[in-house]
């Protein structure tokens, strides 16, 4: 049973940076998706950035090089650099991870991650 649970988020000015962390435990290190959602209010859970075992990176279009995933594979912690936040970078974000791979066109569409975290908030004013 994978298990993830994230931390970092807080409250900061517009053009500052966070680090979110999500730490994963329960799963094989085989073929992974790992990636990044966030949940604004009123809108729906979107794709923020997603990573494959192999290091492949894919971001939402908005991100606009802003963000970079990354993963601890020692350590087996998911990591979301965000830099020059805005205030529409507001909301829930969520790590999430599927123990294979899915088809790359997807890989940003919540529906194919079974394993989520509890959340972490962020708040850019």
């Known amino acids: 049973h994978v298990q993830l649970v994230e931390s970092g988020g807080g409250s900061v000015q517009v053009g500052g940076s966070l680090r979110l962390s999500c730490v994963a435990s329960g799963y094989t290190d085989g073929r992974y998706c790992m990636g990044w959602f966030r949940h604004a209010p009123g809108k729906e859970r979107e794709g923020v950035a997603t990573l494959v075992e192999d290091g492949t990176t894919k971001y939402a279009d908005f991100v606009e090089g802003r963000f970079t995933i990354s993963k601890d594979k020692d350590k087996n912690i998911l990591y979301l650099q965000m830099n020059s936040l805005k205030p529409e970078d507001t909301g829930m974000y969520y790590c999430?991870?599927?123990?294979?791979?899915?088809?790359?066109?997807?890989?940003?569409?919540?529906?194919?991650?079974?394993?989520w975290g509890q959340g972490t908030q962020v708040t850019v004013s």
């Open positions: 999430a991870a599927a123990e294979y791979r899915m088809s790359w066109p997807y890989v940003l569409q919540r529906s194919g991650y079974p394993n």
